[in-house]
């Protein structure tokens, strides 16, 4: 059965750490892995992983696919209160539906 | 450009009651989708509409539930005879094409069944 794990679910950092979050998959036809960042209700996109070993970045957030050992990570450097958020994972079933993880959620504290 | 939009914000209902949830999509984009996120957990795909046929609904929990979209745009999802279990945000998503498109989301509709 496909599915997408993440790790931690939970996390509490300082303001100004750096933070790795992982999430590995199974998946028979996998196509792009998807990260989104969820504050209140709304999922809002951060990155699409195709191709593996090429780092997306975007500020402080950056992102990479290792599609040999079927993980990707989720970097996010010199926090900030404004990064607590519930981080999700997600992938293409079928080229359609996307498939999400749990999510991991972080708060950062002054 | 205007986001998603989803109405009403929050929804509370007795149980046994018949609600209908709308979502707007970005204008011009032809897949739409409806997801359901439960406390703790990601968002599980519910339906998927390519224009205005439902191109997967493999998601839809059971008959209770169904969806509409009549114009290729809006999309009205519809519960009858709710149930406590089905408590949780609905999340309505659009894409330009579907496919491997990037989907955006909306704020959801909290729904709440007593």
């Known amino acids: 059965e496909d599915k997408v794990v993440q790790s931690p679910l939970s996390l509490v950092v300082h303001e100004g750490d750096t933070v790795t979050l992982n999430c590995s998959y199974e998946?028979?036809?996998?196509?792009?892995l998807l990260w989104y960042k969820q504050e209140k209700k709304a999922p809002t996109f951060l990155f699409m992983l195709t191709s593996s070993g090429i780092e997306k970045k975007s500020g402080r957030l950056s992102s990479i696919l290792d599609k040999k050992e079927l993980f990707s990570i989720l970097n996010i450097t010199a926090t900030q209160t404004g990064d607590s958020a519930i981080y999700l994972c997600?992938?293409?079933?079928?080229?359609?539906?996307?498939?999400f993880g749990k999510g991991t959620t972080l708060s950062v504290s002054s | 450009g205007a986001g998603v939009s989803q109405t009403p914000s929050n929804k509370v209902t007795e149980k046994g009651k018949y609600v209908e949830l709308r979502c707007d999509p970005i204008?011009?984009?032809?897949?739409l989708y409806w997801y359901r996120q439960s406390l703790g957990q990601g968002p599980e795909f519910l339906i998927y509409?390519?224009?205005?046929?439902?191109?997967?609904d493999s998601g839809l929990p059971n008959d209770r539930f169904f969806a509409v979209r009549p114009e290729g745009s809006v999309s009205t999802l519809k519960i009858q005879r709710t149930e406590r279990g089905d408590s949780a945000v609905y999340l309505c998503?659009?894409?330009?094409?579907?496919?491997?498109?990037?989907?955006?989301f909306g704020p959801g509709t909290r729904l709440t069944v007593l």
């Open positions: 998946v028979t036809n996998f196509r792009s």
């Open positions: 998503a659009s894409s330009l094409g579907g496919g491997l498109d990037t989907q955006y």
């Open positions: 204008s011009g984009h032809t897949a």
């Open positions: 997600a992938y293409y079933q079928a080229g359609t539906a996307l498939i």
């Open positions: 509409f390519q224009g205005t046929g439902a191109a997967d």
